[in-house]
T-cell receptor, first 115, second 113 residues
Framework: NAGVTQTPKFRVLKTGQSMTLLCAQD?????MYWYRQDPGMGLRLIHY???????AKGEVPDGYNVSRLKKQNFLLGLESAAPSQTSVYFC??????????????FGSGTRLTVV | GESVGLHLPTLSVQEGDNSIINCAYS??????FIWYKQESGKGPQFIID?????DKRQGQRVTVLLNKTVKHLSLQIAATQPGDSAVYFC????????????FGKGTLLTVNP
């Protein structure tokens, strides 16, 4: 049982390059999320999805796009990377709301550096 | 928008002591709170959670206290161990049909042997 798997784990991009981060979950969770984590800022929600074929903006969506073509996958795209997007990106998934924990499971993160 | 914050960015304790990590939240409508532990190079890991209709909830060596009057949340770790060294985040959500979490900035706990 892998849980939430993120690929790649590390990446260095040049300004203006594009890339896609992949998140895969094997728990049949409905909800999936992309967060970014910066020093002193905690985790901030970029985009999220409440089901296959749906996406929505979070707190800091600018410069990112997402797609959820399959229930188990949630892709985060950077069309033209900027140094301000240097961060650690975490994917999470959850089952429909409930106590405890809202069923949140996080991946191990992708460390992205834009030079 | 309203956000969740922490009183102290760092906390250093001796092994065996009890640790208390604090969190202030500003959204009185928040219904559900979660504490996460994040070790270096890893994703956040669930520790314990509490609903707004509760004042206290206990787990294994951990207790979460909620004071809605002053919008304050705390995580107590009993007999702190070196393996407890990590960054601890609180998170809140409005509950109901809102499943998105808002995270605090985190507190770094260091346990000295």
């Amino acid at each position: 049982n892998a849980g939430v798997t993120q690929t790649p784990k590390f990446r260095v991009l040049k300004t203006g390059q594009s890339m896609t981060l992949l998140c895969a979950q094997d728990m049949n969770h409905e909800y999936m999320y992309w967060y970014r984590q910066d020093p002193g800022m905690g985790l901030r929600l970029i985009h999220y999805s409440v089901g296959e074929g749906t996406t929505a903006k979070g707190e800091v969506p600018d410069g990112y796009n997402v797609s959820r073509l399959k229930k188990q996958n949630f892709l985060l795209g950077l069309e033209s990377a900027a140094p301000s997007q240097t961060s650690v990106y975490f994917c999470a998934s959850s089952y429909l709301r409930g106590f405890p924990n809202y069923g949140y499971t996080f991946g191990s993160g992708t460390r992205l550096t834009v030079v | 928008g309203e956000s969740v914050g922490l009183h102290l960015p760092t906390l250093s304790v001796q092994e065996g002591d009890n640790s208390i990590i604090n969190c202030a939240y500003s959204n009185s409508a928040s219904d559900y709170f979660i504490w996460y532990k994040q070790e270096s190079g890893k994703g956040p890991q669930f520790i314990i959670d509490i609903r707004s209709n509760m004042d206290k909830r206990q787990g294994q060596r951990v207790t979460v206290l909620l004071n809605k009057t002053v919008k304050h949340l705390s995580l107590q770790i009993a007999a702190t161990q070196p393996g407890d060294s990590a960054v601890y985040f609180c998170a809140e959500t409005l509950g109901g049909s809102n499943y998105k979490l808002t995270f605090g900035k985190g507190t770094l706990l260091t346990v000295n042997p």
